[in-house]
């Protein structure tokens, strides 16, 4: 599985748990991962980083996943950056409110490892050359 080698990832949760985990997950599947933990923290660091895919917990203290996604979305430089909505509730309000800010993808925690794969093989950038 090295297909997703060098596809940059960058996670956002205030959960240290999440983060390991999901990172350890998509390490062992070639991706080159970065951590945040909350949205302020993220955009600090997207500019410098420029992931080609962002996970965003919904649920964040000072800046909550959808203000982040939204933010994220409406810069130009990263308006096509996806973006993956995590959250605890698999919620049919979470999933639409996260559609109307932009997000791509919405995962369910405690989401499995071919969750977070496929959902990164599906919005992966395509290496053309």
Do not use: W
Request: aromatic residues 6%; neutral net charge.
């Amino acid at each position: 599985m090295d297909d997703l080698a060098g596809v940059r990832v960058m996670v956002v949760d205030d959960s240290k748990t999440i983060r390991k985990t999901a990172e350890s997950l998509l390490s062992r599947a070639g991706c080159e991962v970065s951590a945040a933990t909350d949205g302020y923290e993220a955009l600090a660091k997207i500019a410098e980083l420029k992931p080609d895919l962002i996970f965003v917990d919904i649920m964040m203290p000072r800046l909550d996943g959808y203000q982040t996604c939204a933010l994220i979305k409406g810069n130009p430089r990263f308006a096509k950056t996806p973006v993956i909505m995590l959250s605890s509730k698999d919620g049919l309000f979470d999933r639409a409110r996260g559609r109307i800010v932009g997000s791509d993808h919405y995962l369910t925690k405690p989401f499995t490892r071919d969750e977070l794969i496929a959902a990164v093989e599906s919005h992966k950038p395509s290496r053309a050359g």
